[in-house]
């Protein structure tokens, strides 16, 4: 990035978006002077500057939950910037995984962001194996074990569409999808896969290669 097209404010500053790369989450709205900006561009780690503290502030310095920088984006009028990270933990200082948690108007989630959240649920599961937790159990029985539990799934779908039942439909593919992601993160994937091989396979011609 050519810093010199960046319009900074009065005081020095930018805004900056940081949004997840995988997911499209919206984590943090925070502020760059150029020295913040240098230094995420060297070091691919999110930095900012404390408007609060007047100083450098480095993402997960403290916490321990930094966040790696995969584009840096300028938008077209030159006085915006977002950061696209992979989040090593909550963007939050309140243990929520993004500062945006608290909704003024509430709308439909997006499956996108659904299935990320749940598999990033999963993920943590299969981590801690905390007491009580189902995919912690199904884990410690064995991937056969979850490919069953595939198997039963899928025959309840099908079952479900031969009787021409929505609704039934609609809660046994959840069932299915939410063990299909149960094995995908016990075999290193997640939806982010799936979705830039669906993007390969069916993009309109000309259009965009998947991040």
């Given at each position: ?66 966040q ?16 696209r ?29 659904v ?40 025959g ?56």
């Amino acid at each position: 990035m050519d810093l010199s097209q960046v319009k900074f404010d009065e005081q020095g500053l930018v805004p900056v978006v940081v949004q997840d790369a995988k997911t499209g989450e919206v984590l943090t709205l925070a502020y760059a002077n150029r020295e913040a900006l240098e230094e995420t561009l060297r070091t691919r780690r999110s930095t900012f500057y404390s408007r609060s503290r007047k100083t450098l502030w480095r993402k997960g310095e403290t916490s321990g939950n930094i966040q790696e920088v995969v584009e840096v984006l300028l938008d077209c009028d030159g006085d915006a910037v977002v950061y696209r990270v992979l989040p090593h933990g909550p963007a939050c200082h309140t243990g929520e995984r993004s500062c945006f948690h608290r909704p003024l108007l509430s709308g439909e989630p997006s499956l996108g962001f659904v299935l990320s959240q749940v598999y990033a649920t999963i993920q943590e599961r299969l981590r801690t194996l905390p007491e009580g937790s189902y995919v912690a159990k199904l884990h410690q029985a064995g991937l056969d074990r979850i490919l069953k539990k595939i198997g039963e799934e899928a025959g309840e779908v099908i079952i479900a569409a031969k009787n021409q039942n929505p609704e039934e439909v609609r809660w046994e593919a959840t069932d299915l999808l939410f063990h299909l992601l149960i094995v995908l993160a016990e075999l290193g994937l997640g939806p982010e896969d799936l979705a830039r091989t669906l993007w390969e396979r069916h993009r309109p011609p000309g259009g965009p290669a998947p991040n």
